[in-house]
């Protein structure tokens, strides 16, 4: 328990720090016109993540983790981000 309880924290605080790296990215390569458009599309494609996530967890583990299916959980997030890629190529 506590082992799961240290690496959720350590997740979570790593995670944070990834945070920054595309608004500093974003804003060193973008002009000065686009710089406020691009971090609000940054924003707002984490913060769908995060929704897309949380209901594809509580969809694939239904009441529990026992009787749920985990490893589609895990799987799941693998078919948004090819979607993002695909994307992102077309968008190139």
Do not use: C, H
């Not at 506590?2 to 390569?29: D, H, N, V």
């Not at 948004?80 to 890629?85: G, L, Q, V, W």
Request: aromatic share 14%; charged share 10%.
């Amino acid at each position: 328990m506590y082992s799961f309880a240290i690496a959720r924290f350590l997740a979570g605080f790593s995670f944070s720090f990834m945070l920054s790296i595309p608004s500093t990215i974003a804003a060193e390569i973008t002009t000065i016109k686009l710089r406020g458009r691009i971090q609000l599309l940054i924003n707002i494609v984490l913060t769908f993540g995060r929704v897309l996530v949380a209901g594809s967890t509580f969809y694939f583990l239904n009441k529990d983790i026992k009787s749920g299916n985990w490893k589609m959980m895990i799987i799941s997030p693998i078919v948004f981000n090819i979607i993002s890629a695909i994307g992102i190529l077309v968008l190139m």
